[in-house]
């Protein structure tokens, strides 16, 4: 299995700032990527997929990079609905896997 | 609009079997796999396995082949996850999600609102 791990596992940051998750895979993944955010008591949101590609109707201040092994996503300008929880999720092979997930909280 | 209705939340005790269903509207159900993904309290997200209606050829995680049964009826646009003995380690919440379209179903673009599994003696 490729294990996925995601860093930091909190973060505190204000409104307007800009932050960056980085996700590292065990093996290489190509960009076969994907990030979600979920909020307390809701179900996850895909942000981002294929590494890079912002999925329909998510604001354009997310975005997506990295490829291989390395990836990263980034908030350039954080707003209040913004605070979640994200989780990235690899897709190259089976079992599509998930990160333990980056706690994104209001300093 | 594409929608992914869950049954509701479930209290059971370990030992008896449990089938919940997430019903789909707004596209058509045989032309998108169909995900399970478990979140146990306070964790993180787990996926358990996926159906492709069309054919029903379903995929398990090995974390979980053996343990649950996922099926689908295209008749009823409805997707299925079931389990044969609960245990008190199932309690979790239980997400349907629909594989994004082009992809082979490896992003999930539209999820249910989730079915809360309680497993207690």
């Known amino acids: 299995d490729i294990q996925m791990t995601q860093s930091p596992s909190s973060v505190s940051a204000s409104v307007g700032d800009r932050v960056t998750i980085t996700c590292r895979a065990s093996q290489g993944i190509s960009n076969w990527l994907a990030w979600y955010q979920q909020k307390p008591g809701k179900a996850p949101k895909l942000l981002i997929y294929?590494?890079?590609s912002l999925q329909s109707g998510v604001p354009s201040r997310f975005s997506g990079s990295g490829s291989g092994t390395d990836f990263a996503l980034t908030i350039s300008s954080l707003q209040p609905e913004d605070f979640a929880t994200y989780y990235c999720?690899?897709?190259?092979?089976?079992?599509?896997?998930f990160g333990q997930g980056t706690k994104l909280e209001i300093k | 609009e594409v929608q992914l209705v869950q049954s509701g939340a479930e209290v059971k005790k370990p030992g008896e079997s449990l089938k919940i269903s997430c019903r789909v509207s707004g596209y058509s159900f045989t032309s998108n796999w169909i995900g399970w993904v478990r979140q146990m309290p306070g964790q993180g997200l787990e996926w358990m396995g996926s159906i492709y209606p069309d054919d029903s050829d379903t995929r398990y995680s090995p974390s979980f082949q053996g343990q649950v049964s996922i099926s689908a009826d295209k008749s009823i646009s409805t997707a299925y996850l079931q389990w044969s003995s609960l245990k008190a380690s199932d309690t979790a919440m239980y997400y349907c999600?629909?594989?994004?379209?082009?992809?082979?179903?490896?992003?999930?673009?539209?999820w249910g609102q989730g079915s809360l599994l309680t497993v207690s003696s």
């Open positions: 999720q690899q897709a190259n092979s089976f079992p599509p896997r």
């Open positions: 294929a590494a890079s």
């Open positions: 999600a629909r594989g994004l379209t082009g992809d082979g179903g490896r992003y999930f673009d539209y």
